[in-house]
């Protein structure tokens, strides 16, 4: 089971974490992986980003947008599944 954590403290709730939660959401409906990949939400990670919103999956700590959060879980979240 890969782990994907978005956090949704106060910097990267208005970096969009919203957004870029609603975009994993939709791809792991759409890509069936609901029994594959666990979303989580968590508030700051310690990692804040002036510009990004920060994201792990499993221990990796990396940082995302509503603009290519969907690139992002093809890199990141699909390869970690197989």
Do not use: W
């Not at 990949?37 to 508030?43: C, Y």
């Not at 999956?57 to 290519?68: A, I, L, Q």
């Amino acid at each position: 089971m890969v782990e994907l954590t978005v956090c949704i403290g106060t910097s990267c709730h208005l970096r969009g974490s919203e957004c870029v939660i609603k975009v994993f959401q939709r791809l792991i409906s759409t890509n069936r992986l609901e029994k594959k990949v666990s979303l989580k939400g968590t508030f700051c990670m310690g990692k804040c980003s002036e510009k990004n919103v920060v994201v792990s999956v499993n221990s990796d700590v990396y940082e995302t947008n509503p603009e290519n959060a969907e690139s992002f879980f093809i890199e990141k979240v699909v390869s970690a599944v197989k």
